[in-house]
């Protein structure tokens, strides 16, 4: 059975720390994993990662994966409070819809 | 990328009667999906919809509690019907756009049965 795998499921740091988010994966036909942040209700698209070994950035955040060893990080440098979120993972199949994580939940205090 | 209307935002609805809600999107997309967030969980998906065709359910979903329909290559309709206080969720659309396989989402619709 596919299936996606996020850990920790929830988180509770300081403003400023930085903090490492985890996503193993088992699925067929992988094509692609995706990050979301979810605030509210609609996730938001950050980052989409095809190829071992390059990172992805985009300000404070990147992540990285691993397609031997089936996983992928996601880092936060330097927390703020904004970026309390239920941090989604998610993997794409060929022709399919996403198969979601079940999220990790960050909470930062200032 | 692609920019989804959906609506309504939230309703709070009595049990047995149905909500239509309904996704839009500024372009022709060929996939669009319907998910379900309960309360403390991750997104699972109920349904692929289809132009000009059944959609095609997840495991666990039917099309007689969630009919969907798909008339067009913008515009898709998720109905929950009979409502019980087990459907209180989030319900989000998605579209997958040709050229990238990312997922965009509508705004998402908070429903409560009461």
């Known amino acids: 059975e596919d299936k996606v795998v996020q850990s920790p499921l929830s988180l509770v740091v300081h403003e400023g720390d930085t903090v490492t988010l985890n996503c193993s994966y088992e699925?067929?036909?992988?094509?692609?994993l995706l990050w979301y942040k979810q605030e509210k209700k609609a996730p938001t698209f950050l980052f989409m990662l095809?190829?071992?070994?390059i990172e992805k950035k985009s300000g404070r955040l990147s992540s990285i994966l691993d397609k031997k060893e089936l996983f992928s990080i996601l880092n936060i440098t330097a927390t703020q409070t904004g970026d309390s979120a239920v941090y989604l993972c998610?993997?794409?199949?060929?022709?399919?819809?996403?198969?979601f994580g079940k999220g990790t939940t960050l909470s930062v205090s200032s | 990328s692609a920019v989804i209307s959906q609506k309504p935002s939230r309703d709070i609805c009595q049990r047995g009667t149905s909500l239509t809600i309904q996704c839009q999107v500024d372009?022709?997309?060929?996939?669009m999906f319907w998910y379900r967030q309960q309360p403390g969980q991750s997104l699972t998906l109920i349904a692929t919809?289809?132009?000009?065709?059944?959609?095609?359910?997840e495991s666990g979903f039917v099309i007689d509690k969630f009919p969907i329909s798909r008339p067009n290559l913008t515009f898709s309709t998720l109905t929950v019907s009979n409502m019980s206080p087990e459907d209180s969720s989030i319900y989000l659309c998605?579209?997958?756009?040709?050229?990238?396989?990312?997922?965009?989402f509508g705004q998402g619709t908070r429903l409560t049965v009461v």
């Open positions: 372009s022709q997309v060929t996939m």
């Open positions: 095809t190829s071992s070994g």
């Open positions: 998605s579209v997958g756009v040709k050229g990238g396989p990312e997922a965009f």
């Open positions: 699925v067929t036909n992988f094509r692609s």
């Open positions: 998610a993997v794409n199949q060929a022709g399919t819809a996403l198969i």
């Open positions: 919809a289809n132009q000009g065709s059944e959609a095609t359910y």
